[in-house]
């Protein structure tokens, strides 16, 4: 499983009868879930269920790059607590202002012993389910792994604590120990080198490292259904995992292609425990299996919670403009894998860093992925972790010195992209080859912009008609900066611009 800084959500309530009778019994359905940004972005989405240009997150939240949330934008954990649920939050946090993403009980620092240090974390998440005991009431608690992230990028500390802080708290010279760790260390011969990635020593070592990083994080989410076990909260919670991005590699994390937007996304649930612990592939068609090809995003996960709770989304306006959930609940999805109302999703990327400006807009379905660059003239920029990594560092180097990279694109083909890019996943599953100018797919770009700009309306994207148009009073409007060929007045032939 490729997967980035990782969430798992528990959300305990006993519904009622009626709730009962209209659930059907699920466990470790596996659904492709799409992510709508990276790091605080995607946070904020998770948390509020609006893209990032609906609730003003933009970009990372942190030091200078400081963006933030709207002030009247209502969360989840807030509608939640105003109706009774107590809530609380274990990891990482990363998202502002305060006011929006309250929690009841709020653990967050220091980064790495609540967000790496499991042993620490797991007692965390014992005081959180005996208070809710105390306080004989429904809980809602999420726990955001600084795993897997990456460390520093300072060689020095890489080399100390590894890229990933894989070797932190693993019991050798200078590195601590945490003691409910059990450290795998893996070969970097015998890793999977996705085909994003080049093959080659120092992918293979960074892999692997992160594969450690992996574990520690698997083993803590171990622990705390232990202790969700020991307060006797396992059979009446429903337990959510996802990742907040594509893993920290080139061509993944803050890149809308499918290594950067696939995430993985498992749901337990106490109402179906007969299927605790299969696995299956709902292609396939057999019985008992627990496995969905549908797709859901991680702007699903506040529709689907207050389904679960029976609370309903409160009424108000977000910049004149009604806010409305447009993701919906996965629970029908526990009731029937392939049901057909989920199929595609929307992503929506603006910043990472406040330096990295390029906004992107995407539709994926099953087959297609259209991609809208507004900000194509402009090189990809690069996120300050993916730079310094040890993979990204050997593709410079190859690169500036002439050596085969031994990377599936060039640095050019990375940087400078088309405004429009639209996919066969079914054909061209690297996405290699763009169609969105290939005239026998205009029919295909043309439907997915459309529903795409539809979407865009919906949830009132001020990004929407650009990068040729400027919005007013709700329109759009020409700029005419089209990159055209036209005829000159001033010189023959044929100029572009």
Not at 149 to 163: L, M, Y
Not at 387 to 409: A, N, S, V
Request: with cysteine; glycine share 6%; net charge negative.
């Amino acid at each position: 499983m490729l997967v980035h800084a990782v969430c798992i959500l528990f959300v305990y309530h006993t519904p009622s009868p009626d709730i009962l009778l209209n659930l059907t019994l699920h466990q470790l359905h596996f659904l492709s879930s799409e992510y709508f940004q990276v790091s605080a972005p995607h946070r904020s989405v998770l948390l509020t269920g609006l893209p990032q240009h609906q609730n003003g997150m933009y970009g990372l939240q942190h030091s200078v790059h400081h963006f933030q949330s709207f002030y009247n934008v209502k969360s989840l954990p807030v509608i939640l607590r105003n109706n009774g649920v107590y809530t609380g939050i274990i990891g990482k946090y990363h998202v502002a202002p305060r006011s929006v993403y309250d929690f009841d009980y709020f653990k967050t620092g220091p980064i790495q012993q609540v967000g790496r240090n499991i042993t620490y974390m797991r007692q965390l998440v014992r005081t959180f389910l005996q208070n809710a005991k105390e306080k004989d009431t429904p809980f809602f608690l999420y726990i955001a792994f600084f795993d897997t992230h990456r460390g520093s990028w300072n060689p020095e500390d890489q080399r100390k604590n590894g890229p990933f802080l894989n070797l932190w708290g693993d019991g050798g010279q200078g590195h601590g120990r945490i003691p409910d760790w059990e450290p795998h260390v893996y070969d970097p011969d015998k890793v999977l080198v996705p085909y994003f990635l080049p093959d080659t020593r120092a992918a293979r070592e960074d892999i692997a490292a992160m594969y450690t990083s992996f574990n520690r994080m698997d083993q803590g989410i171990g622990l705390f259904m232990e202790e969700l076990k020991a307060s006797g909260h396992l059979d009446d919670t429903l337990v959510m995992f996802t990742a907040d991005n594509g893993i920290p590699f080139p061509n993944a994390k803050t890149n809308l292609y499918e290594p950067g937007q696939g995430e993985p996304m498992m749901i337990s649930s106490p109402l179906h425990t007969e299927s605790w612990g299969k696995v299956g592939v709902s292609r396939a068609g057999k019985e008992g299996v627990c496995k969905s090809d549908r797709f859901g995003s991680t702007m699903d996960f506040t529709p689907t919670i207050l389904d679960w709770f029976g609370v309903k989304y409160p009424s108000y306006n977000l910049n004149g403009v009604e806010a409305r959930l447009t993701g919906k609940s996965l629970l029908p999805l526990l009731d029937n894998p392939s049901d057909p109302r989920f199929d595609h999703v929307f992503s929506s990327h603006d910043f990472h860093e406040v330096t990295m400006a390029y906004p992107m807009r995407v539709m994926r379905d099953d087959r297609y992925r259209l991609i809208h660059n507004l900000n194509y003239r402009a090189a990809y920029p690069l996120a300050t972790d993916l730079y310094g990594c040890p993979t990204f560092q050997d593709i410079l180097h190859r690169t500036t010195t002439g050596q085969p990279t031994h990377w599936f694109k060039t640095l050019d083909q990375y940087y400078y992209r088309d405004e429009w890019e639209l996919y066969d996943l079914q054909a061209d599953p690297e996405e290699l080859h763009n169609l969105a100018y290939n005239p026998d797919y205009h029919h295909v770009f043309a439907k997915m912009n459309k529903t795409l700009f539809s979407w865009q309306e919906e949830t009132n994207d001020h990004w929407r008609c650009m990068p040729h148009s400027i919005l007013l009073g709700g329109q759009c409007h020409d700029m005419h900066n089209h990159e055209k060929t036209y005829s000159s007045d001033d010189d023959q032939g044929m100029v572009v611009v």
